[in-house]
């Protein structure tokens, strides 16, 4: 089996679910309310949109401002998936899905006012994340990001183990201190910070689980995808109570701030 019949397979099997993370439409509004007041006609750049949750509820949202909001992805099925679910929820002259990579986004600097990225920046690193990102920032934008992160002092060598294998060893799980101290040198003031509740993992796990039991072991590559979901869900059983995800608001300093980077 090659890792792209795996990739296949793997999409496939989260191919329709409303989230491809943990999450919430209360979370969404919640880190949304955290930002502060948007300017008029606001423009929102979702990274690592996938079937588009978060893009399509900030388009309605912020729709009295007359928001624009540009959903990146690099596949193309999630992509049809939010282009589909605008029209249906009319905001499809507001929500523009576009292919692209989020670690080299094809836009020029200050481009966006509120830059959106929820569960998808560990795909680049939180650090990366940070730096590549800011330059995309409008005088006074706004960054939003969530990442997972241990919440036990001491992580159980099972949950290491696990989540060793899953993120860059180059960029680790770290603790909330550890993600604020990166914000903070990275050069970004902190507006809000949100821990995620344990039901914003059942809205992604609850469809997951359920589309694992009804999938085809039989098609390509789905036995090594259905491994992999398996293990990832028996993990969050098992050590759930040892990370978790944290949402950020990030706003980056500016010669006002005199330096200072208050929590």
């Avoid at 999409?11 to 919640?30: E, I, K, M, N």
């Avoid at 241990?150 to 060598?157: C, H, Y």
């Avoid at 294998?165 to 990166?182: E, I, M, V, Y």
Wanted: hydrophobic share 40%.
């Amino acid at each position: 089996m090659t890792d792209n019949t795996f990739i296949k397979a793997f999409l496939s099997l989260h191919r329709g679910l409303p989230r491809q993370g943990p999450g919430s439409d209360a979370t969404t509004r919640h880190l949304l309310s955290l930002c502060g007041p948007l300017p008029e006609r606001p423009r929102v750049l979702d990274l690592g949109c996938g079937p588009g949750r978060s893009a399509l509820l900030l388009a309605e949202e912020a729709g009295a401002l007359g928001a624009e909001v540009t959903a990146v992805d690099l596949h193309e099925g999630f992509l049809d998936e939010v282009r589909a679910a605008a029209a249906v929820r009319g905001t499809a002259d507001r929500v523009h899905a576009v292919k692209a990579d989020m670690g080299a986004v094809p836009y020029e600097d200050g481009s966006f006012d509120l830059v959106w990225a929820e569960g998808s920046a560990y795909n680049i690193g939180f650090d990366t994340a940070l730096a590549r990102w800011k330059r995309l920032l409008a005088p006074g934008g706004t960054l939003v990001l969530t990442e997972c992160e241990w919440t036990a002092e001491e992580p159980s060598a099972g949950a290491r183990a696990f989540w060793d294998r899953q993120w860059d060893l180059k960029n680790p799980l770290r603790s909330t201190t550890g993600n604020l101290a990166s914000a903070r040198a990275a050069g970004y003031r902190v507006l809000g910070v949100h821990h995620l509740p344990d039901s914003d993992w059942d809205e992604y796990y609850g469809p997951l689980a359920e589309r694992v039991r009804t999938a085809d072991p039989s098609a390509p590559g789905m036995p090594a995808a259905l491994a992999s979901t398996r293990e990832e869900l028996d993990v969050r059983a098992r050590y759930g109570h040892e990370y978790g995800y944290t949402g950020y608001v990030l706003r980056p300093l500016t010669a006002g701030d005199g330096g200072a980077r208050p929590a």
